[in-house]
């Protein structure tokens, strides 16, 4: 929104007393409004009418001065302390000789447990409704983490606590502490700001935020909404271990991990040593006896297969194998002499009768075979010499014994 006004240049600039005129005359159009904060501090001297208290934003660092009357201060039960959590109805006001803005408060309104309760539960049901309380979000917590992140007061018993257990389960655990507020109008700040550090640092495997048991007003921080979002957002898993048992801020259903105490945070963040060497030394154990068994079990089956006569005397199968195939292949010479004496002997008989029918064995007991030729050169055996036509000479020659008789040219013949 602007000013309405004529437009101001170099040349003809407004004077301070203007400028604070018109803010003071845009902010007085302003209503009154209710607006709720924490106190952090109070200054109702004796002898003056106006006391002033600083009103803060309980999620951001915002604050803004207020003023009232000093009876209405005086006049609140429970009177009004620093950390106070109040609801104030005002008008903006701008005091034009220092340029300062303030609210003039004409109501207070302490913000009791039950008002503060029942905004807690409102602001879980709307957690819940969005899905940050959904298990299934949940990160696994590392089993060993290389760096702890604790966010914890200064010198508490929290932050001993979660030192002195953690280490003593796991004598080489490292921890990054941030000491901050843990109550209080800077509690939420300075642990979003520890948180975002530690998130980022990529040595941090989880991160703890610890504090110790309190009043429903000393744990409001950590049921926060920005704080809860910051956690839910955070991309390292978050243990919660605020209060004791009885208590639970809205954390403890955001962070991945809840812890009744700060004491339970330090035992579960790490492993036990003690109980880690443990369960080595029984799994050695059973290592051993299941090798052991293993060895025996298949000795065992060596044993028994060296019982077994193949194995016992490997030789004497072979021997027999090997007499089998001495005496098959004797039997397999035997068969084959046998087949080929019986081939010969049947060769030697039908050699017999083709000699005893051929010609060859007549012409040795001294008989001829004559072939006559006749005059055109045609050819006939003579079964007789009857057979011989008239006019026809015959030559008988003896070759290697035998008789054999042809045609004979005009030479010297010899009849029969």
Same mark, same amino acid.
């Given at each position: 929104?602007?000013?309405?006004?004529?437009?101001?240049?170099?040349?003809?600039?407004?004077?301070?007393?203007?400028?604070?005129?018109?803010?003071?005359?845009?902010?007085?159009?302003?209503?009154?409004?209710?607006?709720?904060?924490?106190?952090?501090?109070?200054?109702?001297?004796?002898?003056?009418?106006?006391?002033?208290?600083?009103?803060?934003?309980?999620?951001?660092?915002?604050?803004?001065?207020?003023?009232?009357?000093?009876?209405?201060?005086?006049?609140?039960?429970?009177?009004?302390?620093?950390?106070?959590?109040?609801?104030?109805?005002?008008?903006?006001?701008?005091?034009?000789?220092?340029?300062?803005?303030?609210?003039?408060?004409?109501?207070?309104?302490?913000?009791?447990?039950?008002?503060?309760?029942?905004?807690?539960?409102?602001?879980?049901?709307?957690?819940?409704?969005?899905?940050?309380?959904?298990?299934?979000?949940?990160?696994?917590?590392?089993?060993?983490?290389?760096?702890?992140?604790?966010?914890?007061?200064?010198?508490?018993?929290?932050?001993?606590?979660?030192?002195?257990?953690?280490?003593?389960?796991?004598?080489?655990?490292?921890?990054?502490?941030?000491?901050?507020?843990?109550?209080?109008?800077?509690?939420?700040?300075?642990?979003?700001?520890?948180?975002?550090?530690?998130?980022?640092?990529?040595?941090?495997?989880?991160?703890?935020?610890?504090?110790?048991?309190?009043?429903?007003?000393?744990?409001?921080?950590?049921?926060?909404?920005?704080?809860?979002?910051?956690?839910?957002?955070?991309?390292?898993?978050?243990?919660?271990?605020?209060?004791?048992?009885?208590?639970?801020?809205?954390?403890?259903?955001?962070?991945?991990?809840?812890?009744?105490?700060?004491?339970?945070?330090?035992?579960?963040?790490?492993?036990?040593?003690?109980?880690?060497?443990?369960?080595?030394?029984?799994?050695?154990?059973?290592?051993?006896?299941?090798?052991?068994?293993?060895?025996?079990?298949? @000795?065992?089956? *060596?044993?028994?297969?060296?019982? /077994?006569? !193949?194995?016992? +005397?490997?030789? #004497?199968?072979? %021997? &027999?194998?090997?007499?089998?195939?001495?005496?098959?292949?004797?039997?397999?010479?035997?068969?084959?002499?046998?087949?080929?004496?019986?081939?010969?002997?049947?060769?030697?008989?039908?050699?017999?009768?083709?000699?005893?029918?051929?010609?060859?064995?007549?012409?040795?007991?001294?008989?001829?075979?004559?072939?006559?030729?006749?005059?055109?050169?045609?050819?006939?055996?003579?079964?007789?010499?009857?057979?011989?036509?008239?006019?026809?000479?015959? @030559?008988?020659? *003896?070759?290697?014994?035998?008789? /054999?008789? !042809?045609?004979? +040219?005009?030479? #010297?013949?010899? %009849? &029969?």
């Amino acid at each position: 929104m602007t000013v309405p006004g004529p437009q101001t240049t170099a040349e003809q600039p407004w004077p301070v007393r203007t400028v604070t005129r018109k803010i003071a005359d845009w902010i007085n159009r302003l209503g009154a409004v209710w607006v709720e904060g924490q106190v952090t501090q109070v200054s109702a001297r004796p002898g003056t009418a106006t006391a002033f208290l600083t009103l803060r934003d309980t999620s951001a660092d915002v604050s803004i001065s207020v003023t009232c009357s000093t009876q209405l201060v005086r006049g609140m039960e429970p009177p009004l302390t620093d950390g106070s959590r109040v609801v104030v109805h005002g008008k903006p006001s701008y005091y034009t000789g220092r340029g300062t803005l303030s609210l003039r408060v004409d109501e207070i309104r302490a913000v009791g447990i039950g008002e503060l309760l029942a905004r807690i539960e409102r602001l879980r049901r709307l957690l819940a409704a969005e899905g940050l309380f959904d298990p299934r979000r949940k990160r696994p917590l590392p089993f060993l983490p290389r760096t702890i992140g604790l966010i914890t007061g200064r010198a508490s018993a929290a932050e001993r606590d979660v030192l002195t257990n953690a280490r003593g389960r796991w004598p080489g655990a490292h921890f990054r502490v941030i000491n901050v507020a843990v109550q209080g109008t800077t509690a939420v700040p300075q642990v979003m700001t520890a948180l975002k550090t530690l998130d980022a640092d990529p040595d941090v495997d989880v991160i703890v935020i610890a504090r110790g048991g309190g009043s429903v007003e000393d744990l409001l921080p950590f049921s926060d909404e920005t704080l809860c979002r910051a956690v839910s957002a955070c991309g390292t898993p978050v243990i919660s271990a605020i209060g004791h048992e009885p208590d639970t801020p809205l954390l403890d259903h955001v962070a991945d991990l809840r812890c009744s105490t700060p004491t339970d945070a330090g035992k579960r963040v790490v492993p036990d040593v003690a109980e880690e060497t443990q369960r080595i030394r029984q799994l050695r154990d059973r290592t051993r006896r299941a090798l052991h068994g293993w060895v025996d079990r298949e @000795r065992r089956l *060596l044993d028994a297969l060296l019982s /077994r006569p !193949v194995l016992a +005397d490997p030789l #004497t199968p072979l %021997r &027999r194998r090997s007499d089998e195939v001495n005496a098959l292949r004797d039997r397999g010479r035997r068969e084959i002499k046998s087949l080929v004496g019986t081939e010969e002997r049947a060769q030697s008989a039908i050699r017999a009768r083709l000699t005893t029918l051929g010609p060859a064995a007549t012409l040795a007991r001294g008989y001829a075979v004559v072939q006559s030729v006749a005059d055109d050169g045609s050819t006939s055996v003579l079964r007789s010499v009857d057979d011989a036509a008239p006019g026809t000479h015959l @030559r008988v020659r *003896l070759v290697d014994g035998a008789i /054999r008789a !042809v045609v004979p +040219d005009d030479d #010297t013949r010899e %009849r &029969r």
